[in-house]
């Protein structure tokens, strides 16, 4: 009897290769399955479903897991402002992530003997694949023919003419990974630490003929509810509005240089008008609705959160506790943010919001205080500053 396999599989020429590769080289029954975050149309999906039984599958799944990835993944990067060196919406990496859970569960539930990825020896999403494959399902067999055999493109599309597949998987000069939380552009330039992208790289470009436009962005609680007065019940439609809007005045475009799980150094270019005006959106509302240090603590939690959701780490027990904190910070979190849109650029304009700590009967900063007295303020400072004195009082007798 011949063994299952599930491939995660694309459609692009790495995962095309592994289809036809396990099915006729090594005797598997394959299993194709998509996992969709959110990156892929009705129209898309259709074609890569037509694909993979055109290179052997024996059955092909299309797994709707964007609900999910916004209710595990999204609404936390958004509560934890998470921008992963303060620059860049943990797109692909968390991803990736939900969409290697959607492929071992679904092995798992078909009695999979392996499961197999296209990912190359050099990048993140092999350590992505293999520890969420392992930590779930270590009786599993993983497979990944593209890294153990170290195959060129070329040896790919070869092998795949030779035995009767032909596509266009002529190499673009940019490469563009589209998802529902961002947009990756990968090219020449990002090879190199002196350069970077050309304006004709980003897929959106701008369309606003105005010079300026007002967006209104509701939240409720830290989630993203409303669009310039729509309410939207699903919060993934709201996310994709955003998305629409920024993406006329070609807002949210940058360069990402960090540091590889595998100890490399990386860049890749973006565009993500989303992810950008709603996390900085919602920063702003928190400046006005939460303490001092509520504000400080979830910094820290949020860049934790952040780096241990790029770097695999999201089934450390940890997340979940991190994701407490953040969840019950955003209580007071509610309210409406004005942003205005400029062509490459936006102004975070203010706040309309019941829980704004700025309304209160306790003074307005820099003109009149109204629950202190003067006297009160002088005995504050002499007492706060009793640390410092005591310090240089010693200093002083130490250098005589």
């Known amino acids: 009897m011949k063994r299952k396999v599930v491939l995660a599989f694309s459609g692009g020429l790495d995962t095309s290769f592994c289809a036809m590769y396990l099915s006729k080289e090594k005797d598997f029954k394959v299993y194709t399955a998509l996992a969709n975050t959110g990156g892929f149309t009705e129209e898309e999906c259709k074609a890569i479903e037509e694909r993979a039984y055109k290179l052997g599958a024996v059955k092909h799944v299309t797994l709707n897991v ?14 934890g402002n ?28 078909i009695g999979a003997d392996a499961v197999a990825h296209g990912s190359t020896g050099a990048g993140n999403d092999q350590v992505r694949f293999d520890l969420t494959f392992d930590v779930l399902a270590p009786e599993i ?15 790919e599309i070869n092998y795949l003419k030779e035995h009767g597949y032909e596509a266009d998987f002529v190499k673009m000069e ?12 990968g090219g020449k330039e990002t090879l190199h630490s002196n350069q970077t992208l050309p304006e004709t790289a980003y897929p959106s470009q701008l369309e606003a003929e105005e010079q300026e436009e007002d967006m209104f962005i509701d939240f409720e609680q830290g989630e993203i509810v409303g669009v310039n007065g ?8 709201a996310i994709r509005k955003v998305e629409e809007l920024g993406a006329r005045w070609a807002i949210g475009r940058d360069m990402h240089i960090g540091d590889t799980i595998i100890g490399i150094k990386g860049r890749v270019g973006f565009e993500a008008a989303g992810p950008l005006l709603i996390i900085n959106a919602h920063k702003m509302l928190e400046k006005h ?6 504000q400080y603590w979830k910094d820290q939690l949020g860049n934790w959160y952040g780096m241990f959701l790029h770097e695999a780490q999201y089934l450390e027990p940890v997340m979940r506790d991190m994701e407490a904190f953040l969840q019950n910070s955003q209580k007071n979190v509610t309210g409406r943010v004005i942003i205005t849109l400029r062509p490459y650029t936006y102004t975070l304009v203010g706040v309309e919001s019941d829980y704004d700590l700025m309304k209160s009967d306790f003074g307005v ?14 005995g504050f400072t002499k007492i706060l500053g009793n640390q410092m004195k005591i310090y240089y009082s010693v200093e002083k007798k130490n250098q005589k």
């Not at 964007?66 to 509560?79: A, D, G, L, N, V």
């Open 141 to 155: 067999e993983i497979i990944t023919p593209t890294r153990d055999m170290n195959l060129s493109r070329e040896y």
């Open 365 to 378: 900063y820099g003109e009149e205080q109204k629950a202190w007295m003067a006297d009160d303020v002088k």
């Open 66 to 79: 964007e609900k999910e990835y916004y209710e595990k993944s999204i609404k936390y990067m958004i509560f």
């Open 230 to 237: 729509i309410t939207y019940e699903n919060k993934l439609d």
């Open 82 to 109: 998470v921008l992963r060196n303060g620059t860049y919406p943990i797109s692909v990496s968390s991803e990736r992530i939900f969409q290697a859970l959607a492929i071992i569960n679904y092995a798992k539930e």
């Open 174 to 185: 940019y490469s563009i990974n589209k998802g529902l939380w961002g947009t990756s552009v």
């Open 289 to 294: 609705t939460l303490t001092k240090w509520q």
